[in-house]
């Protein structure tokens, strides 16, 4: 079969959308572009089974809509399959509403929204089926045999009944999967201001074994169970980028690369072992205190450790389901930073329980920390996690339109805090971090070090501070 994969374009000129990351947004205040690793992986597993095989990433390069139809038409797949989310949702609709009405094709969806409501999504009269979940065996399948009883799969009939069938087991061998095709990527295109460009994505593993409510891969698409790689079948895939590509950093995707650590320690050691020469980042819990682990990870390469630490209130933070003490927190921060690692460290407005003390308390505790760099955003409450529940059964909505589900657009407000509130909140924080004397002594050394950081920070807050509240 023919298939076309793509990360669609959009209609509006408010920028580049960003889908395969866990908070999609357009790219307003921070330049960034990251690939689409999953739908590389779908393209790579469908070439091993025979399929004739097209990806564009429209976001990336920048594609208008007619562009993009133009080259869709051109290819004329039998299947064309997009990556879609929340808030893109809606875009990529309407996209696929404009191929419909030039070529004859199957038009599937995928990705943590349509996982989530894939009955909704596929009301959508242009969508003829959605994947739910890992999509690489079930998308195949979809191709190969067609819709009926193939799990993970949703779809309409020819009369526009629409079938939800069973999902799927989640992939348990990932050393079966072949390597992403990046060979179908414009991989000079993405980047990231904190990382070493250009750079990549490398998945060990998928699924997360904590609880935040929040937390939308590991409750849509990817699980509760943390399932590794091999260090073999790992650090192969890294020898073969570093061969094929020029990359200067990569990025390990997975939620918590920490939580197998005895996966983690054979990885590192493999690393050094086969004298692997490359900067790497991964996402680790913030209360990590496992000093020899940490230290055998930067012998390996890892400057980077992306931290969620989200509020620094101890009802906020067991409310969400963190499972972290602020004091294990702050003892953990303490010692990467002692480390020399890169702290990037990520802080959220507005989950239950939250108000103006709460807030006023997290910043505090940003500052107290003092990471590297640090990211202030609304909660997202995405279909198909708790807190989207909680605020759908608590009637906290103001809109549930998917085009403002995005980290800087409130769209809930509770009794004692409303959305501006949290918006000028949103605000404060960046001022206050961002312009304190101890801070500006930081950038100063990035202003000659790291300038991309310095200039990303510095723009999301001009960003921030200049633009007219949302409503």
């Not at 206050?432 to 723009?459: A, D, H």
């Amino acid at each position: 079969m023919k298939v076309l994969l793509a990360n669609p374009p959009t209609f509006s000129q408010k920028g580049s959308f960003n889908r395969p990351v866990r908070f999609p947004t357009y790219n307003y205040a921070t330049p960034v572009m990251h690939p689409p690793l999953y739908l590389a992986y779908a393209a790579s597993y469908l070439r091993s089974r025979g399929h004739q095989v097209d990806l564009i990433d429209a976001s990336a390069l920048s594609m208008s809509v007619s562009h993009f139809t133009s080259q869709v038409e051109k290819i004329s797949p039998e299947f064309l399959v997009f990556e879609t989310s929340t808030p893109s949702f809606n875009n990529d609709s309407l996209v696929a509403r404009e191929i419909a009405k030039r070529i004859d094709t199957k038009i599937v969806f995928l990705g943590t929204h349509v996982s989530a409501r894939p009955k909704d999504s596929l009301e959508q009269s242009a969508i003829d089926a959605v994947i739910r979940g890992e999509y690489e065996i079930s998308l195949a399948e979809y191709i190969e045999q067609g819709p009926l009883n193939t799990k993970g799969v949703c779809y309409k009939t020819d009369n526009g009944e629409i079938i939800i069938n069973p999902p799927r087991e989640y992939i348990e061998n990932l050393d079966a999967l072949p390597f992403p095709a990046r060979d179908l990527l414009p991989n000079h295109k993405y980047f990231d201001p904190i990382l070493k460009n250009p750079f990549t994505f490398i998945l060990a593993g998928r699924g997360c074994p904590h609880r935040c409510t929040f937390c939308n891969w590991p409750q849509t698409l990817t699980g509760h169970r943390y399932r590794f790689r091999s260090a073999t079948n790992i650090i192969d895939e890294i020898e073969q980028i570093l061969k094929d590509y020029k990359f200067k950093s990569f990025l390990f995707n997975d939620d918590t690369l920490m939580a197998n650590k005895e996966n983690l320690r054979r990885l590192c050691q493999e690393i050094k072992r086969r004298d692997i020469k490359i900067k790497w980042g991964c996402y680790i819990r913030p209360n990590e205190k496992d000093e020899e682990l940490l230290e055998l990870m930067q012998t390996a390469g890892c400057y980077l450790l992306k931290v969620g630490i989200e509020s620094g209130n101890q009802a906020i933070l067991d409310g969400m389901k963190k499972n972290c003490k602020i004091e294990d927190i702050r003892q953990g921060i303490t010692l990467m930073k002692k480390k020399g690692f890169h702290i990037h460290a990520t802080f959220i407005f507005g989950m239950p329980g939250e108000n103006n003390s709460t807030i006023r308390q997290t910043i505090d505790f940003a500052k107290e920390l003092n990471p590297t760099t640090t990211q202030f955003s609304t909660a997202v409450p995405y279909p198909g996690t708790e807190f989207y529940e909680y605020l759908e059964r608590e009637g906290l909505f103001i809109t549930k339109n998917w085009d403002n589900f995005m980290p800087i657009r409130p769209i809930y407000q509770y009794p004692n805090l409303n959305t501006r509130q949290i918006l000028s909140w949103l605000r404060r924080a960046y001022r206050e971090y961002y312009f304190r004397p101890k801070y500006i002594w930081i950038g100063g050394k990035k202003l000659f070090t790291q300038p991309r950081v310095l200039w990303s920070s510095l723009k999301k807050l001009i960003s921030l501070t200049i633009k007219p509240l949302e409503k």
